[in-house]
């Protein structure tokens, strides 16, 4: 079993950064591929972005790509969220997921495990 929290998000305005983390409890973090996903209201949950087990691919949505970074520190059991030049349509709450298999890394049916989410408020 693994445990998820999410941490860092918050309020910014329109144009600013913020990076979020997600620490990751047990042995075999390093092992498992990580996603970002996020839900505005009303909206359904959508992918953001992933990253492989050795943090050598990264995957990103067109809405993020150039904006967001995913980066993991396996020593530490946690993976990053780096979002810069952040838009009022990136509010939404965000969550990490982790997957212990291979699939589709966009699809949430891939990933075994949920965080509880951080809320993410961009003012414009």
């Known amino acids: 079993q693994v445990q998820l929290v999410e941490s860092g998000g918050g309020l910014v305005q329109a144009g600013g950064s913020l990076r979020l983390s997600c620490a990751a409890s047990?042995?075999?973090?390093?092992?498992?591929?990580m996603g970002w996903f996020r839900q505005a209201p009303g909206k359904e949950r959508e992918f953001v972005g992933a990253i492989s087990w050795t943090g050598v691919i990264t995957y990103y949505a067109d809405s993020v790509k150039g904006r967001f970074t995913i980066s993991r520190d396996n020593a530490k059991n946690t993976v990053y969220l780096q979002m810069n030049s952040l838009k009022s349509e990136d509010t939404a709450v965000y969550y990490c997921?982790?997957?212990?298999?291979?699939?589709?890394?966009?699809?949430?049916?891939?990933?075994?495990?949920w965080g509880q989410g951080t809320q993410v408020t961009v003012s414009s």
């Open positions: 047990g042995r075999t973090f390093s092992t498992y591929a």
């Open positions: 997921a982790g997957s212990q298999h291979s699939g589709s890394y966009y699809l949430r049916s891939t990933y075994d495990y």
